[in-house]
DNA sequence: AGTTTGATGTGATCTATATCACACTAAGTT
DNA sequence: AACTTAGTGTGATATAGATCACATCAAACT
């Protein structure tokens, strides 16, 4: 069900069907099965990749073998490992999903080319660029300005909907805190 | 010297003197002396600001009146409080100049008239706003992996010309780390 | 059906960092 | 020249949260 990516570009800017069609045929789909990788650490990041149907996340993994995740994406979510996709470098991060998995792939040879091709996707994309930086932001002053529990709030706030899906020990990982502690906040 | 706002386009896309000139007609000029502010709490955030001399730092105020720096801004970068400018809503963040400061103004509808009028504006647009999107993950990755030293030095390392400008106690906030801790640090 | 694996809770410690308090120096102001 | 203010260092103490160690329960394999 692609109708999805329409979506969201129409929040946007409006598209014709032809126009969603020319889009579309630039992307590839994949599906995977809980647990499988996306993208695994020194792998060469080639797409973005958005998604249509699953949960997944994309995490670090340090020196002492401590996961971080650095974002979860639901439907209607883009994910990669952004440094490694824009620079055509190797994944820092490792990708993978939580619950069975669709996705929408987008190579970065394509993306600049509908981008060049068509003013209204790059447009598309720089503003979701600007909202993801501010998101971003949003979270680094959390970090920087709350303990765990209020970011333990933050979050449930902000997005309801993940805490029925993923475990506390994750979410206690995206949050910076230990899943112990993070079993302890009750109200 | 509004050449290092060329430059900076110009490693993205080449531009002709007469687009530069025409870019450079949608912007304003502001001089603040040090300690001045660009943009206090509450105020509606009119502008983007290109820095093209002097220094300066957006943070937050919480309850307690404890600082929280979300960035710091020198010569050739971009500040604001972007969640307000994008959203046109009132800005949570404060700016104020470390140094005397000279900046170029971009409203919103300038910047997005000079983005629907040359696509390759919003093609440089994009890609800083990648590359934000990008630094700031890091960032998040450094707090959430990283102890305070580790942090100072990442910092040290990524911004070493910083140091020379911004006093310790401003670091300290930058990282999350309380300024006694940070001075205990050495080494 | 039995067994491994994942998720969660909770007590007992440990530790990095915050907080409080004070001192010293340099720079800017009247 | 005296005085205020900003920047920094450092000791003593407090504390949020980490870590270690078990226990329980449910789900998923074999």
New binding site residues.
Partial sequence: MSEILRQQIEKITPLTDKEFEYILSHFTTKKLKKHQFLIQEDDLVQHDYFVIKGLLKAYYINHDG?EHIMQFAAEDWWITDYQAYFNETKALFNIDCIETTEVLCLSLYNREKLCADMHKIEHFFRKKSNSGYVALQRRILSLLNS???ERYEQLLQQYPSLFQRV???LIASYL?????????L?T
Same sequence: chains 1, 2.
């Fill in positions: 401590k303990n765990a529990k475990p506390k020990t910076g805190v230990s899943r112990e502690t993070l079993s302890r009750s």
